[in-house]
């Protein structure tokens, strides 16, 4: 659907986790040129309705495919479509391997990379491409100066907070990111999944507050005494639902090489402590 004139959200496919909504991918038209942010997942049945959007939205054929960041459920189609149009992939220099290494080897290759501070004129329309790790290292935001609006992929979300792992992201870039976010001053935020968020310095507050509150969690629970992963999740994530345990480790272990990075926690035996 057109969101504002030029501006075009796709939403496709199934829930990647429970209780979080579709991924978006969005269409940027240009007088000149057309951009596609993110795809959806390697499904055939979102390939052709993607495919059927596209044929219908107008404006200049889309030429490249500028992929937020590594996760399957915004690059898993890109394959398909590159096959299907011969759109170019780009993406951060630094999900440039993952991108690639979760392919079926013959699939789709990544065209071109960039760093962060690149922009393109799509004739009315100018996308500035803005580094913003922390989901993932190589996650990037996308701004549109001359609508004051903001794409951010898994960075910013409506409906939920962001998942960083330690295996692929890092909590104090990610909590850096959102303040650089926030210090843009955006009108809107078309986030990765979920509808508009039309309120974007509150939304970006919120999630400010509530890494804060996590880390004075975690800062508590090792006042406590040392302690392992496991105790130190089951200090500060209480009700959590069956089934998450291990996600929760991961946002623990996020906060704990973030605290040990700053000097604040220390790893000794096997069990973390305050500094
Ligand atoms: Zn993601």
Known sequence: MELEPGIHQLTFGREPIPGIPPPNAYLVVGSKASLLIDCGFDEEA????????????????????????RHQDHAGGAALLANATGVSITCHILER?????????GRAEVFSTFEGGESQNLGGLTVQIVHTPGHTLGSVSLFIPERNALFTADTVLGVTTSI??????????????????????????????????????????????????????????????????????EAVYTNLPAGREKLAEEQVQSGLNKLVKEGRAALRDGNYTLA
């Open 97 to 105: 391997k993952a991108i690639e290494g979760d392919r079926p080897a």
């Open 164 to 233: 960083v792992r330690p295996s692929e992201g890092d909590l104090g870039l990610y909590v850096e990111s959102l303040e650089a976010l926030q210090a843009l001053n955006t009108r809107v935020i078309y986030p990765g999944h979920g509808g508009p968020i039309t309120d974007p310095a509150s939304r970006i507050r919120m999630l400010l507050d509530h890494r804060l509150r996590r880390e004075e969690a975690l800062l508590e629970a090792l006042a406590n005494g040392p302690g392992t992963i496991k105790a130190l999740r």
């Open 46 to 69: 979102d390939h052709q309705e993607r495919m059927a959007y596209l044929q219908q939205a107008g404006g200049p054929p889309v030429t490249e495919l500028l992929l937020t960041h």
